[in-house]
């Protein structure tokens, strides 16, 4: 997972919450940030546009942290370089 | 005060084209979930819905009057017109000139504007139909239902979201019980099934990826749904005196804001209308023999709404049936109240009380009797039909069987 994709999505979830970008670590969760589910689906609609990928609603669920969530961007990020997009 | 009895009723949904074929649909515990059908879908994370299968305005509209009308109206006229033939009014000029009609809508037209909207955006054109606007707004299918009776009375379109059409059926049912209306035309109606709608429903990531699965464990969320339901209103009385049939009496409504947040629901908020709906009908809890729940099957609400009921019914909820139609006939949103409202009709007049259908396994934070899959003849003398808004926005109505 590179510091890059890391930067990008702390970037995206403190642009999308309207927090200072200090505020937002790899070690935050979202109870911490006070990220609701409201939040969440918004912040994913962002990180879909940053990353141009699709996020489907099953790899969501369980996320509840910064560190989870750059994981599943990088996997995301990984299948898409590797071939056509997994069939959803 | 006047006593409000139900002397009409219209349907067309998922489940079928009229009342009786949505009661004996929800009696039946059929579920018309299935693949979405009048959209393209290839691009969509969820395939299903319920729609109404293979509509078309032919046989119900010529083809100029449905050029002024978007699906939503003309599901409305349909279900007004079976809804007035049944309760078979003795208009006479004066009632004419006093009826209220009072609907509810959540997008109204969209679908028009939706592909409006693509001649520009999409298509590089420089004008949009000259009726994208008469055929978009929410209160279209209201002024449709009034033209189609020359009622000339107090008509209007409520939009509360998901509430709209409880909230619409309980401002008709005061108006009605107030003397401010003789006789009321309500109910909601929707037709959410165009691309960009969709494509908004989708980014919300509540939509169920199979079917709607309300209270159970393995929920997934909500499954669109469209169409409308209308009933006719008046004083429980004059019906009696003109013999006319009566399904059921509207005996309190309740409403409540949760002022807390645009889309999560609170328990708190929902518990409140509920008490209002008793208040207002002069019920005691242990008087309620069924609710049909709002019941969406997405992880917050049903969980949000279970904790509601405990709230209000406390020990009684080990013996209180509570299902959600949602199950079989989708979420139609700004018509949702109205198809809700009438399965409870159907409930305490017929003495079957829907199922909830799809359902697989017991919530422990949903711990209700859901009447899970299969009807249940039960002989109930008082019911709530309960829905909640995004936007926190809550209608309840109680409603009471004729045979008392």
Not at chain 2, 360 to 368: A, K, M, T
Request: charged fraction near 20%; proline fraction near 5%.
């Amino acid at each position: 997972m590179s510091d890059d994709l890391i930067q990008r999505v702390l970037k995206v979830i403190a642009t999308s919450k309207r927090i200072p970008p200090e505020t937002v670590t790899i070690d935050s969760d979202f109870a911490q940030l006070n990220i609701d589910s409201m939040d969440a689906v918004e912040i994913l609609f962002a990180l879909e546009n940053e990353f141009d990928i699709s996020i489907p609603d099953d790899a969501v669920r369980a996320v509840r942290n910064v560190r989870q969530m750059c994981e599943g961007i990088d996997k995301l990020m990984t299948d898409k370089a590797s071939g056509p997009p997994a069939v959803q | 005060m006047v006593r409000v009895a139900i002397t009409g009723a219209g349907a067309i949904c998922a489940l079928g084209r009229t009342a009786a074929e949505f009661a004996a649909a929800i009696s039946s515990g059929r579920s018309a979930i299935g693949p979405i059908r009048s959209t393209d879908m290839s691009e969509f994370r969820f395939q299903n819905g319920a729609e109404v299968p293979d509509y078309s305005h032919t046989p119900y509209f010529d083809d100029r009057r449905a050029d002024f009308m978007d699906r939503f109206a003309q599901f409305a006229v349909i279900a007004a017109r079976e809804a007035v033939a049944d309760a078979a009014p003795a208009w006479t000029p004066e009632l004419r000139e006093n009826a209220a009609i009072i609907t509810g809508s959540c997008v109204g037209g969209q679908s028009t504007e939706d592909i409006g909207f693509q001649e520009v955006y999409k298509h590089g054109r420089n004008r949009v139909h000259p009726l994208t606007i008469p055929k978009t707004m929410a209160n279209a299918g209201a002024s449709h239902i009034s033209m189609e009776f020359g009622v000339t009375g107090p008509s209007f379109t409520i939009s509360t979201a998901c509430s709209s059409a409880a909230h619409a059926i309980g401002q008709a049912y005061w108006m009605v019980r107030s003397g401010a209306a003789p006789l009321a035309i309500t109910g909601g109606s929707e037709a959410p099934f165009s691309f960009g709608i969709l494509k908004a429903w989708e980014a919300m990531r509540v939509v169920s990826p199979d079917t709607c699965r309300p209270f159970s464990k393995d929920r997934h969320g909500m499954i669109l749904g469209e169409g409308a339901a209308m009933l006719v209103l008046e004083p429980l009385e004059a019906a009696r005196a003109r013999g006319a049939h009566i399904h059921a009496e509207i005996v309190g409504f309740g409403m409540s804001a949760d002022a807390s947040h645009i889309t999560q629901p609170s328990a708190e908020g929902a518990a409140r209308a509920m008490r209002a709906a008793l208040r207002d009908a002069a019920l005691s809890p242990e008087q309620i023999g069924y609710i049909n729940a709002h019941g969406t099957g997405t992880l917050a609400n049903d969980i949000s709404e279970s904790a509601a009921i405990h709230a209000v019914f406390g020990s009684r909820v080990k013996n209180l049936p509570v299902s959600s139609t949602k199950s079989m006939h989708g979420h139609a949103l700004g018509a949702a109240g109205a198809l809700e409202c009438l399965a409870s009709i159907v409930a305490l007049r017929d003495g079957i009380l829907p199922p909830t259908a799809n359902f697989n396994e017991p919530d422990p934070e949903c711990d209700l009797d859901v009447v899970p899959n299969h009807a249940r003849a039960a002989r109930v003398e008082y019911a709530l039909s309960n829905s909640f808004a995004f936007g926190g926005l809550n209608a309840v109505l109680a409603l009471r069987a004729m045979a008392y």
